[in-house]
């Protein structure tokens, strides 16, 4: 009968000693965290045209595209492109240009976009304009500055909300964990090459947010097993929290993940860097919530934990 | 908790139907045009179409409002008879400064600065600095002014696009200083970029005694009918605000194009009497601070109308019309930022975004069914009233979507689930632990509650902070993400637990499916 699930991750009875790997998955996580950390300096996020400014024009000509003969068509109007790279099929092309120096860079920024247009279309007749940005040093800067604000401000609001709703600890685990994860993903995307723009800000902060998510849940079960289970130890306590949410945990990752995935496979040039990010960021979030956030908490110490959610009628 | 009232299921049902109505608009016509049919309009990247943002030139601003303020003062002095030395106007200061005659008429000239007419209230300071008095414009005041002059400019830029034929346009303030523009379809936007970026100011002015040099009141500026430099007097003797029409002909003498104008009876006087004074010199029509022509006035022109022939072609010619019916604008705009996307690419993103969102769906609920059973496809029903309620919500606001945003309605169906799986292996967990089915479903959707509320209460502050400090794409991610929570909520709690309620009532099986 239909009416009964097909499938399981985990068997129920299962108990999986998750606690034993703690000191393995915290050093396997600093190292990685720290790595990122050290690529996101050397060498660095590749900004995309939001943040960096400057002109990128995307196009498809009749037939397959010839860079040399649209470079040198620039060239002859007097455009130094900084590259004309293929994307997509071979008959697209990507023209980008950095923002120019000088005082009236504004200007030359928006009659350079113009320039190219006109240029290629004069070179390659009959090629089609997908896309002309042109995004302007000042504007840039602006955009880089609120882009970041909004993470800044999403984090401080996912922060106080835990704080309000746990217990101290809890709290301070809860950010060292998304702290991990978010460098990781940092370094994920220094890795990558993907662009390092507006949509991408919006990605990390939905990892952040889901992230965060998924240890409300099994920290809600940790502050449940706390008061239940009165003289278990802390340690045993935790896996067995992990384990009995573990279904869940895993659940709602292959959701979320399922739900990203064509994103990442037919989104087209806009998400795939996106979705790919994202799909990362689930799989980062998911092992802290198991390998990192528990395993902090019992650091943490035991005592302090027990006396946080004492009640008088206890002992 | 387990028996719904008569009325909250009409309530439930309700919203559902109210929301399947409300999505129907953005699949077919509307069969009348007097029905409110609202729909979800699509974003510039899927529609194709060119974003423009548009930055108030301030310095300009700051320059024109000096310069009158110049004119006044002098005037000012002048009529009160007291005496000034060494007038200065400072651009890199905002301010106006000069030497009083003599130390008797300081303290006269000092108030009679503090006196002048203010547009905006504490328009400029007056100060006192060696021996001189200050005049400062005031930074405050000058965005005060470049909000009205915004206001002012959203106007006229919308006359001018109006008057291309762009269609459903939509013009903005954004900020203080800036015009948010976009014209959906409009893959070419070189038109619409040099329209607004002529000011478009006409003046008619005497050119100065000497044309070939500047002299005090007087300005060299650029002839570009003859490429060459002349002198043209500051004083406007008849500005293009007195402009009623303006038109583009064919000149009968040279066969070129030209430019007609009318001016109503204020200008049309103003321009009789200075012809009229001033027959056998020249006079120059200028735009934006460049002549177009510098005729020699014949005749005094009293009908108020007249031709400007400037080498135009049919092109120049009626943009020019153009711009003069849809008025100066206060001050020069600069586009600061241009986005534009072909229609090709607009129609591949639609594509790629109902692609993903449908294989994105049908992934969740297959595997809903395979990992949760029943209560499984009691949550995609669910699911798939939280993605017409999304869409319902967004109609109704008649707001925008856009590809990150068609993403966001995608992950919130993914993280929507989470909901039904929490309550699921609650359910499950509590049969375990020999508790009765009713029991068993009681107790799982009262404890899942809290952590549900819980994990949605923080990625909704989250993405409203997100809406409220982020920009373009990433807003309308941030709008699809917390209305699509909000959809959660009202379809896991009460739509979904209602289904398995019914079902329980039906069926009275011995033992749950979980």
């Known amino acids: 009968m239909l009416s009964r699930p097909l499938l399981r991750f985990v068997r129920d009875d299962r108990r999986i000693n998750f606690m034993r790997g703690r000191h393995m998955g915290l050093i396997v996580s600093a190292v990685l965290s720290i790595a990122s950390v050290i690529l996101f300096f050397q060498p660095g996020l590749k900004l995309g045209l939001d943040f960096r400014g400057g002109i990128i024009v995307e196009a498809q000509t009749p037939g397959a595209a010839d860079f040399g003969k649209l470079r040198s068509a620039l060239e002859k109007a007097g455009i130094h492109p900084d590259a004309v790279q293929a994307f997509g099929s071979p008959r697209d092309v990507r023209i980008s240009i950095n923002a120019p120096e000088g005082a009236d860079r504004e200007a030359q920024t928006q009659k350079l976009v113009d320039g190219v247009k006109t240029a290629i279309s004069a070179a390659e007749p009959g090629t089609q304009v997908l896309r002309a940005d042109a995004v302007g040093a000042s504007v840039s800067s602006e955009l880089f500055r609120d882009g970041l604000l909004a993470l800044g401000f999403s984090l401080a609001m996912i922060l106080a909300y835990i704080w309000i709703r746990f217990e101290r600890e809890f709290a301070i685990s809860a950010v060292v964990t998304l702290i991990l994860d978010l460098t990781k993903t940092v370094g994920f995307l220094a890795i990558t090459r993907f662009e390092f723009d507006l949509v991408m800000v919006a990605a990390l902060l939905t990892i952040l947010g889901y992230s965060t998510n998924d240890k409300v849940v099994v920290y809600d079960r940790i502050r449940e097993n706390l008061r239940k289970y009165r003289t278990m130890p802390l340690r045993e306590l935790l896996d067995l929290s992990i384990n009995e949410t573990l279904n869940r945990t895993l659940g709602t990752s292959m959701t979320v993940f399922l739900a990203a995935l064509p994103l990442a496979l037919f989104g087209g040039s806009t998400l795939t860097g996106f979705a790919t990010v994202m799909l990362f960021g689930i799989v980062v979030g998911t092992s802290s919530s198991i390998f990192i956030a528990a395993p902090l908490l019992l650091l943490m110490g035991e005592k302090r934990l027990r006396k946080g959610s004492s009640t008088p009628e206890a002992e | ?514």
């Open chain 2, 1 to 514: 908790m387990m028996y719904y009232s008569r009325l909250r299921l009409l309530g439930v049902a309700g919203v559902c139907l109210i929301g399947l109505l409300l999505c129907l608009p953005n699949f077919m016509r509307a069969p009348t045009p007097s029905l409110p049919w609202r729909q979800i309009h699509l974003g510039l990247d899927l529609r194709g179409g060119s974003y423009l943002l548009l930055q108030l030139d301030l310095k300009s601003l700051e320059h024109d409002r000096l310069q009158s303020l110049q004119d006044q003062a002098r005037q000012t002095l002048l009529d009160k008879s007291l005496g000034y030395r060494d007038f200065q106007k400072d651009d890199q200061t905002a301010s106006l400064s000069f030497a009083p005659r003599s130390d008797d008429e300081r303290a006269a000239a000092l108030k009679t600065m503090q006196d002048l007419p203010v547009v905006v209230p504490d328009e400029f300071h007056v100060t006192e600095a060696n021996g001189r008095i200050v005049l400062t414009l005031q930074h405050d005041a000058m965005l005060a002014r470049a909000r009205d002059a915004v206001a002012q400019s959203i106007e006229i830029v919308r006359r001018r696009i109006d008057a291309t034929g762009a269609i459903d346009p939509s013009i903005a303030r954004e900020g203080d200083d800036r015009i948010v523009v976009e014209l959906p379809g409009v893959s070419d936007p070189e038109r619409i970029k040099t329209l607004l970026g002529t000011t478009a100011r006409l003046t008619f002015r005497l050119l100065a005694p000497n044309p070939s040099v500047a002299s005090p009141g007087s300005t060299m500026l650029e002839d570009i009918s003859t490429h060459s430099q002349v002198a043209v007097q500051d004083h406007v003797d008849v500005d293009g605000t007195d402009l009623t029409n303006a038109g583009a002909v064919i000149d009968q003498q040279s066969g070129g194009w030209a430019v007609t104008f009318q001016l109503n009876s204020a200008g049309a006087t103003a321009f009789a009497n200075t012809t009229r004074a001033n027959v056998g010199k020249r006079f120059a029509i200028v735009l934006d601070n460049k002549v177009i022509e510098a005729p020699n006035i014949i005749n005094p022109i009293t009908a108020g109308s007249g031709q400007i022939t400037g080498g135009f072609d049919a092109h120049s010619a009626s943009d020019l019309a153009l711009l003069l019916r849809a008025g100066a604008l206060p001050a020069p705009l600069a586009v600061i930022e241009q986005r534009t996307i072909g229609p090709s690419l607009g129609a591949a993103s639609i594509h790629a975004g109902i692609i993903s969102l449908g294989v994105g769906f049908l992934l969740v609920v297959v595997f809903m069914v395979l990992f949760y059973g029943r209560f499984g496809l009691y949550a995609d029903i669910a699911l798939f009233a939280n993605l017409i309620l999304m869409v319902a919500i967004l109609s109704l606001f008649q707001a925008t979507l856009t590809l990150p945003g068609m993403a966001g309605m995608l992950l919130t169906l993914g993280m929507a689930v989470d909901a039904n799986i929490l309550i699921n292996e609650r359910i499950r967990e509590e049969v375990k632990r020999g508790r009765g089915p009713l029991q068993a479903l009681q107790a799982g959707f009262e404890r899942a509650t809290s952590t549900i509320v819980d994990s949605n209460a923080t990625a909704f502050l989250a993405h409203v902070m997100l809406f409220v400090f982020g920009t373009g794409p990433v807003r309308n991610f941030a709008l699809t993400i917390t209305i699509g929570i909000v959809t959660t909520l009202f379809t896991t709690l009460l739509l979904s637990r209602f289904l398995v309620v019914r079902w329980y009532a039906l069926a009275r099986p011995k033992e749950l499916p979980v």
